[in-house]
């Protein structure tokens, strides 16, 4: 199991990669673009390659890519949908450059056309991205906590989508978030809650399928279909969960990717050594800390 996180690049990837290393991440996950915008940076090739090399160099390969919030591959609105499409299917290719292994995206929301039609969209959205991408880089599919009109919240709608297309096994995953499932009612609060967890999950989309872990605290209750990151232990979700979840022999070949919130200094500036304090503590959890 490799644990990191989400990377701030803040305009100098490069040196986000040395502080990454410098925290003690095993990996890390970076957007590849602007994540509230549609329109991807023009060229910045050569720069991917090298921020590949270099993230190779520092052992940190392969890495995630988290694909930009505005996709909506479940949108009614066909300029959305489309837009959708061209971005993700951007992103899958730029991933490839940066020496990601895999590209997370939200399923998006039906916008109230109704679950079933919005699944639909979205399937169908999933075979025109992957029809127009080299494979190499996979698709990952990240579980919701259901607020609005979202899908994803349940594993019967992730297993639905992967049902649908069995000609991308190989290239679609699934991606859970602990406190997207928290906020979605699955009760991961203990170690019995993650057995039943994981026992679902297994049932209706396969463990196979999972390749990667969200691990973020929540500040909302079990339930509530909202999604607040905590830092692990401070937010709402039993860290004797979490544990369990993390020691869980089933997922020892996955990767785990924290995106809590990362404290800010009295100027305003990332408190690194807090977050590698965080860190440390996290990784101490696994019961075999290396
Ligand atoms: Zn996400
Ligand atoms: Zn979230």
């Known amino acids: 199991m490799r644990i990191g996180r ?32 549609w329109r991807p940076p023009a060229g910045g090739e050569e720069a991917a390659l090298e921020f590949a090399q270099a993230a190779r160099a520092r052992g940190l390969a392969p890495l995630v890519v988290h694909a930009p919030y505005l996709i909506n591959l479940a949108s009614p609105r066909e300029e959305t949908w489309q837009a959708s499409i061209s971005l993700l299917s951007w992103t899958l290719a730029r ?10 995206v ?10 079933e039609q919005g699944l639909a969209r979205l399937s169908q959205a999933l075979r025109r991205v992957l029809a127009g991408v080299p494979a190499g880089v996979r698709l990952l599919l990240e579980n919701d906590v259901g607020a609005g009109h979202t899908l994803g919240q349940r594993f019967e709608e992730l297993a639905t989508v992967l049902e649908r297309l069995p000609e991308e096994q190989e290239r679609l995953g699934i991606c859970l978030d602990t406190a997207h499932l ?16 994981l026992q679902r999950f297994s049932e209706l989309v396969g463990l196979p399928r999972l390749k990667l872990i969200h691990l973020n605290d929540s500040r909302q209750a079990l339930g509530s279909h909202r999604d607040v990151h905590a830092r692990i232990g401070e937010g709402q979700i039993p860290v004797a969960g979490l544990q369990a979840l993390l020691n869980d022999s089933r997922l020892a070949g996955l990767t785990v990717v924290l995106e809590t919130p990362i404290r800010r200094d009295e100027r305003d500036r990332e408190d690194w050594d807090h977050d590698r304090q965080h860190l440390r503590y996290v990784k101490s959890l696994r019961a075999h800390d290396d």
Do not use: K
């Open 106 to 115: 939200h399923v998006g929301s039906h916008r109230g056309a109704g679950l």
């Open 6 to 37: 989400h990377m701030p690049l803040n305009g100098r990837p490069l040196q986000a990669l040395e502080i990454a290393c410098s925290l003690g991440c095993e990996t890390i996950q970076l957007f590849a673009s602007n994540p509230t915008g």
């Open 182 to 197: 928290w906020g979605a009612g699955y009760d991961i609060g203990s170690p019995a809650g993650v057995e039943a967890m």
């Open 95 to 104: 991933a490839a450059l940066l020496g990601a292994s895999d590209v997370v």
